[in-house]
């Protein structure tokens, strides 16, 4: 049986990001929580705070950009954070098409205050589906 690789997911915004987890056997995501900072320290600490909890094998970035595929500033922002991740956890950090996922959610009021930690799941759960997509193809 392949071991299951744990895996945190984050959707990157400027005020907020969003943290998700999941495994690759149930290939599915829960909502850990929104993280509000005004600064990266306090970013990172808290990030810190979710590595050590969930001891995950691989992060995911979600990658924004416009619905014709085109780059805007917060991709660069969210690839620049994805980066941040690498160099200060030594992680791998995988990218997945993030343009969808908020529009997805919004008219859901639920989920309304925790919007970036669901938006994660969608990230990390896109994540699942295309490396299940690359396993099948090979």
């Not at 600490?45 to 909890?53: N, S």
């Not at 969808?100 to 990390?124: C, F, P, R």
């Amino acid at each position: 049986m392949p071991k299951a690789v744990t895996v945190i997911a984050f959707d990157y915004g400027t005020r907020r990001v969003g943290a998700a987890v999941g495994n690759s056997l149930t290939q599915s995501g829960q909502p850990l929580k929104t993280i509000s900072s005004t600064n990266n320290e306090t970013l990172f600490q808290e990030i810190d705070r979710l590595l050590k909890e969930w001891q995950p094998d691989q992060l995911v970035v979600g990658r924004p950009l416009h619905l014709d595929g085109v780059a805007h500033d917060m991709t660069a922002k969210a690839t620049r954070f994805g980066n941040q991740l690498h160099g200060r956890f030594q992680m791998p950090v995988a990218w997945v098409d993030e343009r969808y996922t908020s529009a997805v959610l919004k008219g859901n009021a639920e989920i309304h205050d925790n919007l970036d930690a669901h938006s994660a799941v969608l990230i990390l759960e896109q994540y699942f589906a295309e490396q299940s997509v690359k396993s099948f193809s090979k």
